[in-house]
């Protein structure tokens, strides 16, 4: 064997093949790899401290941004209120317990205080106590008196945050805590309250420590003028005055190497736009390049393994590989009888050309069987289970189906034949129409199993409506007339612009076909030309449908329970055909699953449920009206479980409306009513239940802030102030602004001015 081999030209070209493919990874790594380690592994370093950095970033935004939200939750609880606090005697427990379940919303929190102006006390989510009680003894701050810290409460406009201070907490432990505050007032101008939340030093530290990375490096927090907030190790080189030029540059890198105190750091930088936080790692040079060496060390022990073993393994390598390619040849030599072929590479060639000629075969079987896929895809349409365009036109790009027209109509070719027709046969008659359709109509059909009859679902355009009977009446008489020697009946559906109405087109065209009874076999029967000639019927329920979608989305079960009925008792005694009965179980089952996804729900409708094909299948009212009950029972009982969560983001959605619209000329207290799909009185009740206040004083409350704030921001006249607010007549805003502050809105721009000029 190793003779033959060598006389093979294939042999010696493997030889250099294997010799080339073992230089080249050798070449790379040593002139390329190697040469550019150190800088990888440190842009690895580097790297990888600017993504813990963005990290840390990232999830103290979040918890900081969570305390503006609390302190809105606090805004809008109305048991937090302050007029809710004048005739409350166990006001204390009533603030503890609500502070309490704010101060597990976000891990950094120690406590919430809340403070309202004029008041003695001080509640937090533990117990209620004096102002001089609690800066004395309970969270005594070093650099804090209480004159100060009194003050403070009642002075602050914006937003504060106290930087890490030692606080002696009670009995008598010290740690340094950050204090942010926050007034308490939905524009920040004059303000009812502060509430503060302690976070203590230790929480950040904790958070920087978890994104360590083994080596012996060092994170700082910075505020927006560059102090120190927290640090893992307050080391000297921080305060040093490398550190700070580079902490006062306006052209700092967010990584780069920096000299402190005469040692080398790689430095990492992140600054948060959301907070105007910096974050810094320093991570030392000399730690990371020892674990640099360790490694280059490393990289040529394997590189020299490589050229070893790649050497030893080259002609062991050539042996296994030849031989399979040698032994291939003989093997089609022998089963081809051709030993024409002047080497290995020619044999294999006639072998793939075999292979290829064999595969474009089994090609051709498998795209026979695709034919299955579009009877399969046409059955989920008018089945209801593909209820959009874009899901259809996803599934039937691969065979051939696709809807481009903007509306969509059902049409059942009945073959009126004594014998069953084949298979094949009605493949042929489903081509037949496809191919014979106008360019104005897309068609694609499926026969019916059960029965000699064929489905279609056209694809039309709108303008083009108005030639659906001369162009069906054509397919009828000249092109199945030539190819079938039997009748042909077509029931037709209704045309819709919906997808998702094609199943009702279905339920539409079986119809019309059931008429044939009527108006004989042959013919071409629309659905609208059956119900038009039909005796006048009790009119459908829409009002019914429409109350029946509103009051799910507002949880009004008592109402869907009484519509509910009223539906039923209409399907059980009023006198309307089955087709009608069946129509109207399937819009209210479809009605309630759009209107659930609408609510962003996911009630499912079980699979006892009927879809559109098993409708089809009742032949009483009965039998649906034990449907439709099992249907209401159990929407009934899933909208009750999730009926709270849809009141909190129901009110919250009202709240943001409100703030967004109570300025606009066009407000009133009907458009957001209706808005929000709700009868007026009923829209005014459910804000003043929940929020403890109607809504004509909230939005006259949001419409003095936002006059005060102008008021003292701009030098324009009271009318143009007026119309800013939401109000027409400029009398009618002064008489509600004196109503309520007391003094008028000049009086009031005056008496502020005045009181600027003194300080």
Not at 27 to 50: A, D, P, Q, S
Not at 369 to 394: C, D, M, R, T, V
Not at 431 to 454: H, S, T, V, W
Request: net charge negative.
């Amino acid at each position: 064997m190793f003779t033959h081999t060598k006389k093979s030209k294939l042999f010696y070209k493997y030889v250099l093949s294997y010799m080339v493919m073992l230089l080249i990874p050798i070449v790379i790594m040593g002139t390329f790899v190697y040469g550019n380690f150190m800088k990888i592994l440190k842009e690895e370093v580097l790297t990888n401290n600017l993504n813990r950095l963005n990290n840390i970033s990232n999830q103290i935004d979040t918890q900081l941004s969570q305390l503006d939200q609390i302190r809105s939750q606090i805004f809008l609880n109305k048991d937090l209120r302050p007029f809710y606090f004048q005739n409350s005697p166990l006001k204390g427990m009533v603030a503890r317990d609500e502070l309490k379940s704010y101060t597990t919303i976000n891990p950094l929190l120690e406590d919430i205080i809340l403070y309202y102006r004029g008041d003695h006390f001080l509640y937090s989510s533990t117990s209620s106590y004096e102002i001089s009680r609690f800066i004395n003894y309970i969270y005594h701050y070093e650099n804090w008196s209480e004159e100060e810290f009194t003050n403070t409460l009642l002075s602050l406009q914006s937003p504060l945050v106290r930087l890490g201070e030692p606080v002696t907490t009670f009995p008598n432990e010290k740690e340094n805590m950050l204090t942010f505050l926050y007034p308490l007032s939905n524009t920040n101008i004059n303000p009812y309250g502060t509430v503060l939340f302690l976070i203590p030093e230790k929480a950040f530290q904790n958070m920087l420590q978890q994104e360590l990375k083994g080596y012996d490096e060092n994170s700082i927090i910075l505020d927006h003028e560059n102090n120190i907030i927290t640090a893992l190790r307050y080391e000297d080189y921080l305060f040093s005055q490398e550190f700070q030029n580079f902490l006062s540059s306006s052209n700092k890198n967010q990584q780069e190497t920096i000299i402190l105190n005469k040692e080398k750091y790689f430095l990492s930088y992140v600054s948060s736009p959301q907070t105007k936080w910096s974050y810094v790692t320093l991570t030392p040079v000399e730690q990371v390049m020892a674990k640099i060496k360790i490694a280059q060390k490393r990289f040529m022990y394997v590189l020299l393994i490589i050229v070893l073993l790649g050497s030893v393994a080259t002609y062991g390598m050539i042996t296994l590989n030849y031989n399979p390619i040698r032994q291939l040849k003989l093997y089609t030599e022998k089963l081809w009888n051709n030993n024409t072929s002047s080497n290995e590479i020619e044999a294999i060639k006639n072998t793939l050309d075999h292979l290829s000629n064999e595969n474009l075969q089994l090609q051709g079987k498998v795209k026979a069987h695709q034919y299955a896929a579009k009877p399969y895809l046409l059955f989920q349409i008018l089945n209801g289970h593909i209820k959009n365009i874009e899901e259809s036109n996803s599934k039937g790009k691969e065979i051939g189906v696709s809807f481009t027209k903007n509306c969509y109509f059902v049409a059942i070719f009945q073959v009126h034949s004594t014998q069953p027709i084949e298979q094949q046969e009605k493949q042929s008659i489903i081509k037949i129409i496809e191919e014979q359709l106008p360019n104005f109509m897309q068609g694609y059909g499926r026969e019916d199993l059960q029965n000699n009859a064929i489905i279609f679902i056209f694809n039309i355009d709108e303008s083009a409506l108005c030639y659906i009977e001369r162009t069906l009446i054509e397919l009828q008489q000249k092109t199945l007339t030539q190819v079938l020697s039997s009748p042909v009946t077509i029931g037709v559906g209704k045309a819709y612009s919906d997808f998702s109405s094609i199943p009702e087109s279905y339920l539409e065209a079986i119809t019309a076909l059931d008429y044939r009874f009527i108006q004989g076999n042959g013919k071409v029967i629309f659905f609208e030309y059956v119900m038009a000639q039909q005796t006048a019927v009790s009119p459908y329920p829409t009002r019914q449908m429409t109350t029946l979608k509103q009051s799910i989305k507002q949880g009004r079960m008592d109402e869907v329970d009484d519509i509910l009925k009223e539906l039923l008792d209409f399907i059980q005694n009023t006198p309307i055909p089955l087709f009608v009965a069946r129509g109207l179980c399937f819009d209210l089952i479809n009605g309630v699953a759009q209107t659930m996804h609408e609510l962003h729900q996911e009630f499912v409708l079980n699979t006892q449920y009927p879809d559109i094909l098993s409708l089809t299948k009742f032949e009483t009212v009965e039998e649906l009206t034990d449907v439709i009950k099992q249907l209401c029972y159990d929407l009934n009982q899933y909208i009750k479980e999730h009926k709270e969560k849809q009141e909190q983001d129901l009110i919250q959605e009202i709240v943001k409306y409100l703030q967004e619209n109570f300025d606009s000329h066009q407000f009133s207290i009907q458009n957001a009513a209706d808005e929000f799909q709700m009868s007026l009185p009923a829209f005014s009740q459910y804000f003043k239940d929940v929020s403890g206040q109607t809504i004509s004083d909230y939005v006259t409350y949001l419409r003095m802030e936002k006059a005060k704030e102008l008021l003292l921001t701009e030098d324009i006249p009271l009318k143009e102030i007026a119309h800013l607010v939401g109000y027409y007549n400029v009398s009618s805003f002064i008489r509600r602004f004196k109503q309520l502050s007391g003094i008028t809105p000049g009086e009031y721009r005056k008496q502020h001015e005045t009181e600027t000029q003194k300080l």
